[in-house]
């Protein structure tokens, strides 16, 4: 099926640090979804993006949806150590439902 | 309010044996899905359940598994005669409606076959 392929697939930074991480298709996509999971957690959803060209903002976390719905990034400003986890990008694929085709996930070290 | 739960945490079972594998659902919520998670990887869907009717069972690896929802709440997946590439943490998620984006994923099963 359709993937998403997320770069990097590991990163470390020093605490204060930016952060960005790379979701791409080869296809245009409908929709992406960004979650996080900390070390030893579950996925949780932090942002849906539908509109090509869409940015959104949660705090310190930049989301944006490029303009062929093909790509979208996530950007953490002054990264904390509390920004631990990995990051999965993730679709949806439309049918009724939210069957979800995941990334492999960014994982994300921050060094004190 | 509750969460997602799963049930057992963790199951270590010996090849050819079947587990059963439970979630509880945030109350309420009409659709669950099930997911499969290898070791540095992003969930992989297996199921889908809205209300006790099973919608999609496109992921379901082969006919060793299978899914149930009866009373549309409380979900079981079970394995059948266990190999060791079944070995994975297995996840359930909730949302409320069918096209909710946002869907809560529980603590998840991890599974060890011997």
């Known amino acids: 099926g359709q993937q998403v392929m997320q770069i990097p697939q590991y990163q470390h930074v020093q605490e204060g640090e930016d952060f960005t991480t790379y979701c791409n298709s080869s296809t245009t996509l409908s929709n992406i979804q960004w979650y996080k999971q900390r070390p030893g957690g579950h996925p949780v959803f932090l942002i849906q993006l539908v509109k090509s060209g869409e940015v959104k903002k949660q705090k310190r976390l930049t989301f944006q949806f490029g303009e062929a719905k093909k790509n979208s990034s996530l950007h953490i400003t002054a990264t904390q150590t509390t920004d631990v986890g990995t990051y999965f990008c993730?679709?949806?694929?439309?049918?009724?439902?939210?069957?979800?085709?995941f990334g492999a996930g960014t994982r994300l070290a921050v060094h004190p | 309010g509750a969460g997602v739960s799963q049930s057992p945490r963790y199951k270590v079972t010996k090849r050819g044996q079947d587990v059963a594998l439970r979630c509880d659902p945030i109350?309420?919520?009409?659709?669950l899905y099930w997911y499969r998670q290898a070791l540095g990887q992003g969930p992989e869907f297996l199921t889908y359940f809205n209300y006790e009717a099973q919608q999609d069972k496109s992921g379901l690896p082969n006919d060793r598994f299978s899914a149930e929802r009866p009373e549309g709440s409380i979900s079981t997946l079970t394995i059948q005669r266990t190999e060791q590439r079944d070995s994975a943490m297995y996840r359930c998620?909730?949302?409320?409606?069918?096209?909710?984006?946002?869907?809560?994923f529980g603590p998840g099963t991890r599974l060890l076959v011997l």
């Open positions: 993730a679709y949806a694929i439309s049918g009724g439902y939210n069957k979800l085709i």
């Open positions: 109350s309420g919520h009409v659709s």
């Open positions: 998620a909730s949302s409320r409606q069918a096209l909710q984006e946002t869907q809560y």
